[in-house]
Structure formats: structure tokens, C-alpha cells
């Protein structure tokens, strides 16, 4: 289409323009095409067509140099020595603490003995401690196993008091005396309000 | 009136020819220098091998820097590319080989690192949201910076015709834009640019001409009608 179009407008196209141009880059040498010898207005606008094609190229490499500026090249380039040189250094291993010394104490040996004494001491108090806060935890369970019943019936045996054994009481008795055991207050200010108040041992009716 | 041609412009130092491109004396010293490196990392000296790797950053990380950018378009993570491309070129080392110059073969490692964080990112994008654009959050460094030259509405203008270029050669085919990047960016001849995209040279001179016709169109400056004749819009 090109050279027909050469042909019947007798003038360069625009491709045969850039065939030319293209041309004319691989061989270095002045463009042998005989039209363009001869046909000034070709020559002209082969002319622009280079200068077009110059201002491209021009234009994209400022460009581009405008992005990397002397500065920049100069930090990218350590930067790859960087890089590199990190590259060939091995990564760095941090050895196994094989030979580890046991740590020793630099005190003397009565120093060592006066404390596990004062730490026995120590365990034997607590020990003790826990015994003791047992014993008195556990005094309640020790009530008398006899409970005595008031007051006495006007038809009862007039001699005393009737004591029953605490095997003959229930269950429900002796549960109602722990807890009349368990509610007795330990304190003195509060013993005055306990002995007003009805007790449950009381109201149990002897069997 | 003398023809503006590609040679005269080469003349004038606006294209780069792939020889000046590459260097010839550079990619001598090139060579040199990764010997230099292979042989200390034989040997166990790193810090000889390192020493003379830094030679060879210096010398390619501008360029390195410049297509990692036109690929990814973000200043930090075209660094981040640079590095890994550089490391991954002093790591694998041993595998290269002396006949081919160290510019492909690091450039086509770069390429692919390119290409791959591309598809990260496209991966990524599918998923998540992008943030809209703060004062000063996606900018680049130099736009941060402030202006010495230039008034706003030159930066203005410049900004926008970048974005637009960057818009049209972002529509280019993959290996279009690698192509033209390659051959008119870093003025690489096709030969350099078949060994380093791994294309057949003549495919590589038919992947430029269509990156130019097509960036042609996309930036205004040639339509096709529906006949496919081209017209010219100006000669601006």
C-alpha cells in the first residue's frame, strides 16, 4: 500500500518515511533513497519526521534522568555493593553454650548451714502452725456424748434430771446440738445475747 | 538544502549509534572487568571481585536505570530492578560467556526483571485498588524536587507530553516497546537488540518500523483511513 501510495501521490508516505528513518539507523549512512534525493518537499518532511522522532527520544531520557539523579545513582550503586557483599558474608550462627561451668556459690559452708537451718525452722513452724489451727478446728467434735434435757416434765421422775444416752438421741438431735455447739459464741460480749436466746437442745423431747 | 538524515543526526549527537551506544572501548573494559570478577570469585577474593564489579555498576547502571524506568515507570521500583538485575548478574557470573558482551547479557537479565514485575504488578492490580493520586504521592523524585529551570506551565506542558508519550509507548506490543526502546532509546543496532530480546534481526527491524508507524498514530501526528492510506497531520 506504501509504494502504491508513493506511487500515485509521487510523495513519501509516512511509512516509507519510518522504513527510511529505520533504515537509515542500521546502516549510519546518508539515506540512499533516490526519491528523497531528489524531492525537496520529501526532504522536508523527512526532516521533521527526524526531528520527531529526536524530541521522543530526547524527551524520554530526560525523563528518565530526571528520575535518577546523580545522587540517586551513586546510593544505588553502594546499595548493590551492599547487597552483594551481604550476600557472600555466611549467615551468622550463634553457637550451642556447650561448655557451661556450674555455677558455684563462693560463700562458706556455714553460711550454706545457717540458712537451711533457719529454712527448716521455717517448714517445722508452718508445720506446726498447721497442726495446731487442726486441733483447735476439730475441739467442737469432742462435746460431752451426753446431752442433758430441761427442763424436767412435771409427770418425769422428780430425782434429777433425766440423762439420756446420746446413742438413744437421732440423728436429728445430734445434728441440732452440733449446730448449737457450732453457733455458741466465742466471744464474751456476744455470750450475753446467747443466753437469752432459745436453744434448740430445748425443745427436744426425751424419748 | 541538506537532507536531515539518521546519519546527521548521529553526527550531531542526538541518536547514538549502537556502536557509540554500546562503546567499543567500554565493552573491551567490560570484558576485562568481568573476568577480573570471575577469576576473584574463583579464588575466594571477594572484595577484589566486588572492587571491580563496582566498574562495571558504574559504568551501565545509567542505562540500566533509564530502560528499567521506560519499562516500569516508577522511579523506586526501577531501582529496586536495577539492584536485583545487578545482583543476579554478579551471582551468575560464571555462566557468561566472554564472546558476548556484558551489556546484553546484563540487559537481557534486566529485560526479563522488567518484564517479570510487569506481570507482578498486573497480578497485583487485579486484585487491589489503586489509591488516587495525593499531593506529591506517586510523583517522582525530580518532580518533588524544586524547579530551577523551567517555569510551571513549561513543566506543565513537558509533563503532559511525557505522560502521553508514556501512554502510547504503553500500547505498544511487548516486544514493539522493547524494540523501539532498545533501538531508538539506547540506540542499540538490531544485532544488539536480537541477542539481547533473542528475536531474529529481521524481526527486530519489522517490530521498529510498526512501533513507529503505531506511535505515529497514537500521538497525532499520522491517521490511517479506513482505506489505510496514511495522512500526515502536520509536519510539526
Known sequence: MAILNRLTDGHLDDAALAAIW??????????????????????????????????????????????????????????????IEASERPARVIAFPNAVTGVTSRRSSVARWVAAGVAAGVIAGVGIGQMMDLRHLGAPQRFPPQVAVNPPRPDANPSGPVVIPASAIGNEETQLADLEAMSTPRYDTLRAYDEFTPHAADYVKPR | MEPVTCKRLKQQGVIMSGVQAAGSPGRE??????SAVKAAQAEGRHADARERYAELVARHQRRASRIAFHYLRDAAEADEAVQDAFMKAYTHLSSFREELPFEVWFTRILINGCLDRIKARTRRERWMTSMPDGP???????????????????????????????????????????????????????????????????????????????LRVLLGESTVDDGGKETQRGNS
Open chain 2, 29 to 34: 573494559a567490560d570484558g576485562a572487568a568481568a
Open chain 1, 22 to 83: 529505520t533504515g537509515d539507523l542500521e546502516s549510519a549512512e546518508t539515506s540512499a533513497d533516490p526519491h528523497l534525493r531528489r524531492c525537496a518537499e520529501c526532504r522536508v518532511r523527512y526532516a521533521a519526521f527526524g526531528s520527531w522522532m529526536s524530541d521522543i527520544r530526547s524527551e524520554a531520557l530526560s525523563e528518565a534522568d530526571e528520575a535518577f539523579p546523580a545522587d540517586r545513582l551513586v546510593a544505588q550503586q553502594a546499595q548493590i555493593l551492599r547487597r
Open chain 2, 136 to 214: 506529591g504521592g506517586e510523583r517522582d523524585f525530580a518532580e518533588r524536587t524544586p524547579g530551577r529551570g523551567p517555569t510551571p506551565e513549561a513543566q506543565l506542558l513537558s509533563r503532559e507530553r511525557r505522560r502521553r508519550l508514556a501512554d502510547a509507548l504503553g500500547k505498544l506490543p511487548d516486544r514493539q516497546r522493547t524494540v523501539f526502546m532498545l533501538s531508538h532509546y539506547e540506540g542499540c543496532t538490531s544485532r544488539e537488540v536480537s541477542a539481547m530480546t533473542g528475536l531474529n534481526e529481521s524481526t527486530v527491524r519489522v517490530h521498529l518500523f510498526r512501533a513507529i508507524r503505531k
